[in-house]
């Protein structure tokens, strides 16, 4: 057995414990399943199942495992590299930064050797419009 195929059938597997749960849960919340690359996997069942209704539901994995054998593990696609997220707190810091450095150096303000904390500071306190230490 292949990988892909290991891995296709711990996914049924896992899939079988967590939509069990739901349907005997009254689809109120369902397991959540785990499936790792190595075809290892957990399934975190929802609070609330009755005993009897614990006891199907880790018997369900063990059915839908079968699944396996009838239907084939699907082609892996390849998936296009996710967009980087903009809105990160990361990524507007290093925008502010970038902005702050672009000023600096129109206005022939020295931000050599400085961390990018300093000159940011020094951008903020000292050319922001209104400052109190701005005079006309």
């Known amino acids: 057995m292949t ?3 290991q891995r296709w059938r711990t996914a049924l597997h ?8 739901a349907a005997l849960n009254r689809w109120a919340a369902a397991g959540v399943a785990y499936v790792a690359d190595d075809a290892r996997g957990v ?5 609330g199942l009755t005993t009897h209704a ?7 994995g063990r059915w839908a495992e079968k699944l396996a ?3 084939p593990a699907p082609a ?5 590299p996710l967009p980087s997220n903009r ?6 810091r290093a925008k502010a930064v970038r902005e702050c450095h672009e000023k600096a150096t129109e206005i022939h303000y020295d931000t ?3 961390s990018d904390d300093i000159a940011l500071a020094k951008y903020c306190t000292n050319f922001e419009p209104g400052h109190p230490r701005d005079k006309d």
Not at 43 to 47: E, S
């Open 3 to 5: 990988k892909q195929e």
């Open 43 to 47: 399934t975190v069942l929802p609070h």
């Open 54 to 60: 614990l006891c199907i539901a880790t018997a369900a």
């Open 69 to 71: 054998a009838q239907y």
């Open 76 to 80: 892996r696609r390849r998936r296009k």
């Open 14 to 21: 896992e899939a079988g414990h967590s939509v069990t749960a």
């Open 87 to 92: 809105s990160s707190a990361e990524y507007l």
């Open 112 to 114: 050599a050797g400085e």
